[in-house]
């Protein structure tokens, strides 16, 4: 491979967890408008159902994102070796902005229970 490849394939999938995080932002986006428009109307049945949609999309969202960085990092690191400079791609700060998205998907999920509590 070389340095062009790996730099055009990172930029590629970086673009990519950019376009998942997209859609986090989005389904996290729309389960806060119902909590806070409908949140208090809906029945248990209807709150279990858009809970749990709410938490597999969520969650298939940031394990997509994830695989996106942790390969973005490592194709970073590739591009780095190949032109022979220094590697900063780190997998510890994808495994902090990780957990950080893990509680921040949790947060509306606590407001959807505030408004009907």
């Known amino acids: ?21 997209a859609t986090f932002l989005t389904v996290l986006s729309g389960y806060l408008l119902v909590a806070h428009l409908a949140g208090k109307s809906l029945t248990s049945s209807q709150l279990a159902i858009i809970t749990a949609l709410y938490a597999l999309s969520i969650g298939y969202s940031i394990y997509v994102w994830f695989g996106f960085a942790r390969a973005g990092l490592y194709y970073q690191g590739i591009a780095a070796e190949l032109r022979g400079t220094l590697d900063f791609s780190d997998e510890r700060s994808a495994i902090f902005l990780l957990l950080l998205n893990i509680v921040i998907a949790l947060a509306p999920i606590k407001y959807m229970w505030d408004v009907r509590h």
């Open 1 to 21: 491979m070389t340095e062009v490849e790996a730099v055009t394939l990172t930029q590629s999938i970086l673009a990519n967890a950019g376009n998942s995080y």
